[in-house]
């Protein structure tokens, strides 16, 4: 291995992982602890802020630096990728918005607060050029990142919680996963006061912040992360039990309906649909688009909500005299 690709790789051990022992880091690359305190010297030299500490327990890390790296990035062109990184987060893709929050919270971590502030004032005059419903709820940089980083440490993190009924609880997790589901973020976490698992939307994280508490991760009660936050979302009491007989087969509505609701035979030529929602537009989104016959049981909400739809859509369809 050149030095130059082995310096690269050392870079790339530091970022993803907190704290690195200097025997361990070492055994990585392949290389002895003397080759390894030149290399972490050079880079020093060029900037990087690489943190050493002496004795038992010491090593290495990647520590928040007073200014980037030189021949790196400048300050523009930091902005610009964190900017464009969270437009990624927010996309459409559940995969590339993985990746880019990974390289995302890879960047902020050693970024100056002049630059994070910064990115943070063109968030508040950036307009989404994409389709806005295609997007999911991204909260401010320092909370997405603070809490990534802490899921890939293995760290303690404290914040300010917002209910769905708008009431404000502090909550103190073990962090274990950011996934993202139906256009929204969500954490997975131990909840220490609550001794369980939790879900929490990340656009209701505030003052998120790591409390450099470490903690045996749990293996996560679900093969799947983003199908236990779906399975969490669905135990959930709805505002709205949505039920509809749909003039289809169960197969046929069940490709259309997917996780949205759940679908029962009735015969070879119809079912029966029942969506749980705090949201009528999204129900009567779903059901318009399943292109069949339906019948709209209830609840009366949804019956009127579901009619004043159809006269506004009726009404702007007549043909001109």
């Keep these: 291995m050149s030095t130059g690709t082995r310096v690269l790789e050392l870079l790339g051990l530091l970022q993803n992982r907190r704290h690195w022992p200097g025997h361990e880091l070492a055994r990585r690359l392949g290389i002895s602890q003397r080759t390894l305190r030149r290399d972490i010297n050079g880079l020093q030299e060029l900037g990087y802020p690489i943190t050493a500490t002496r004795g038992t327990g010491g090593g290495y890390q990647l520590s928040p630096g007073a200014s980037l790296p030189p021949l790196v990035l400048s300050e523009d062109e930091a902005a610009a990728i964190v900017m464009g990184l969270q437009e990624i987060t927010s996309g459409p893709s559940p995969m590339s918005a993985d990746a880019a929050l990974s390289a995302m919270a890879k960047i902020v971590q050693v970024l100056p607060v002049r630059i994070r502030r910064r990115i943070d004032s063109l968030r508040a005059v950036a307009v989404p050029a994409r389709n806005p419903e295609a997007r999911v709820g991204v909260t ?137 929602t705090d949201s009528l537009d999204w129900a009567t989104f779903c059901v318009g688009a399943l292109k069949a016959p339906v019948v709209v049981h209830g609840p009366p909400e949804a019956v009127a909500y579901m009619r004043a739809w159809g006269r506004r859509l009726t009404a702007g369809t007549h043909e001109s005299p």
């Design 140 to 276: 401010d940089v320092a909370t997405l990142t603070t809490l990534a980083l802490a899921c890939r440490d293995t760290e303690t993190v404290e914040f300010a919680y917002r209910t769905r009924t708008g009431d404000t609880a502090a909550r103190t997790v073990h962090p274990h996963h950011i996934v993202r589901v139906d256009n929204r973020l969500y954490l997975i976490a131990w909840d220490l006061g609550r001794a369980d698992w939790r879900t929490f939307r990340v656009d209701r994280i505030d003052d998120a912040s790591r409390t450099g508490t470490t903690f045996a991760p749990r293996p996560l009660p679900a093969g799947d992360a983003v199908e236990y936050v779906r399975a969490r979302i669905r135990a959930m009491p709805a505002r709205y039990p949505v039920r509809v007989t749909v003039g289809a087969a169960a197969e046929r509505v069940r490709e259309e309906i997917a996780h949205y609701g759940t679908v029962e035979p009735i015969d070879d030529t119809s079912c029966r649909v029942e969506i749980a």
